[in-house]
Structure formats: C-alpha cells, structure tokens
C-alpha cells in the first residue's frame, strides 16, 4: 500500500513538472495585442488555446486588463508579448509572469528592429512584412518548444502557408506604392508608427502630431506650429490619422498649416470589429495600403 502511495505521489509531481510557470496550463498560449494575437493565431490553428488580451479598436499604449486575464497571464505555456516597449498598460504583468517561470516571446526583439526619436525602439514591426515573416517562424519556434500536444508538422505548416501569404502581401504593397510619385511619398501620421513601412518601401515621414513613439505623449502649441511649417513646406496633402483614436489633433496641425490638407484614418495599432476594414493583419495592411496610395495620389 505505501509503495503505491508512493507512485501515485511521484506521477503527481511529474504532471505539476510539466506546468508552465506557476502551476499554469502548458497548453495554452497568451497574446497581449490584438495584432499578434491574429499572427499567432495563423501559426497555432487548432493545435492550442490562443486568448487575446486586447479587444478591437483599443490603443495598445493604454489598454489595461482584469484581474481574471493576469492570471491567464501567470498560467500561460506561452506569452507572446511586443517586447519594446508597446503595452505599458501591462509591462509589469508580463515580467512579473516571466519571473515566476513562463516563456514569453517579445516578438519586437525578433524583428531587427529600428529606432525613432531619441533612440528608443520602435515597437511598430507590423508596418513591415518582411519583418513579420520573421516573427512568424520566431512564433511557431517558441511554440513548438513550450505549448503542450501541439503537433510540429502542424505548426510548421501553418507558419509557412501562412509566411507564404504575407510574402503576396509585401508584393501588393510594392506594386501599390510604386504608383505613388517619389515626391509624394512623405507621411504625416497621429504619432510615429509609420517608420518600418517608410524604410521598406521608400517613404519619408515628415512627423507627428503626437512626439514620441506613444499615443500617451502630448504635443505642444510650439510642436503643432513647427510641424505645420514641415506640412507647409513639403507641400503634404493628407495627414494618416490612427482609426482607434480621436483625430482631433491632426485636424487642428492641418487648420495651422494653412493649407487644404485632408485627413484620413488609419488602422495603425489595432485591427477593428470584424466587418469594420481591418479584421486580421491581412486585411489590415491591405486597407492601409489603398487609403495611403488614395491619399497621396489624389489631385
């Protein structure tokens, strides 16, 4: 009798070895953003639970979560997180999950990222597919590794169909935007997201409304005023306003500018409600790649 007490006892403590973290389900992966989440979803498919922690239309910089999504947090297989910075509203969640024994994945770190101003990080990777690409296998890897009863090959599968359909997309967007006249390729956004889609397909960004690479920052009256002499100057037709974010403030630099400057949204941070333009990344990048050719084309 004491030796199957025994036996039971050790076959418990090889099941509590085989949890992730703080006694957590192995077999689970946990995104922060609504734009990873759809990723990781295309490379996961059916083979593990995928719960996203930021709903539609949201601003990545300040959505906050419950205390039931922490916890999902600290019992992850795997968290999959930007990693440069982008969710500030939940930063301390995620380390905090990492200190207790969860992967975590900050998909930035994987992209070669670059800088903004005053060289911090720029955590906007998704403007770039290629980047994305990347990210994919970065996420199928990190899978395969940590979520449990997910088969290989089915990840593997996944992550290339899916590689393969942002490479058509990256062809679209350079096809798309070499119909956009060189001198007309300059960008005017809510704030700094723009920068790895400018370096790939050969766009200038001007600037921002908002400074910074946050939607917390503000700008000031001097900010405002400088950034209508650039408008002025470069002669910008449209300026790119986030969808998920008052456009206020664009409308006010583009009454300074003292010119007829159109603004127009934007999916930048997050994809909306399905039915809403910009459902998946996909659809995403597509809906942004007819607005920005359309704004900066139109007579």
Excluded at 185 to 195: C, D, I, Q, Y
Excluded at 255 to 271: I, N, W
């Amino acid at each position: 009798m004491r030796r199957r007490v025994l036996a039971l006892f050790a076959v418990a403590l090889v099941a509590a070895a085989g949890c992730s973290g703080s006694g957590g389900n192995n077999a689970s992966v946990v995104v922060t953003t609504n734009i990873l989440g759809d990723i990781t979803r295309a490379v996961v498919g059916d083979q593990a639970e995928v719960t996203v922690l930021m709903k539609p239309n949201a601003d990545p910089h300040s959505f906050g979560i419950s205390a039931q999504q922490a916890a999902q947090v600290e019992r992850a297989g795997l968290i999959v997180y930007n990693g440069l910075g982008l969710e500030e509203g939940m930063l301390r969640t995620v380390r905090t999950a990492e200190e207790n024994g969860v992967p975590a994945l900050p998909a930035g770190e994987r992209a070669n990222p670059i800088s903004h101003t005053g060289n911090a990080p720029d955590p906007h990777f998704w403007t770039d597919p290629a980047r994305v690409r990347d990210v994919v296998k970065a996420i199928a890897d990190e899978v395969v590794a940590h979520v449990g009863g997910v088969d290989e090959t089915v990840i593997r599968a996944n992550a290339e169909r899916y590689r393969g359909e942002i490479e058509a997309l990256d062809t679209m967007m350079t096809e798309k935007f070499r119909g956009i006249p060189p001198e007309r390729r300059k960008l005017v956004t809510n704030h700094h997201v723009f920068g790895y889609l400018a370096q790939r397909y050969g766009f200038e960004v001007v600037g921002a409304v908002i400074p910074g690479g946050t939607t917390l920052a503000s700008p000031s009256s001097s900010d405002l005023k400088a950034l209508a002499d650039v408008v002025r100057t470069a002669g910008v037709p449209v300026v790119f306003a986030d969808s998920s974010q008052p456009d206020r403030l664009a409308r006010v630099l583009a009454e300074q500018a003292g010119l007829h400057v159109t603004v127009t949204p934007l999916f930048s941070e997050s994809l909306s409600e399905p039915g809403q333009g910009a459902a998946t990344y996909l659809e995403m990048m597509r809906a942004n790649t007819e607005s920005i050719t359309t704004g900066l084309t139109r007579s």
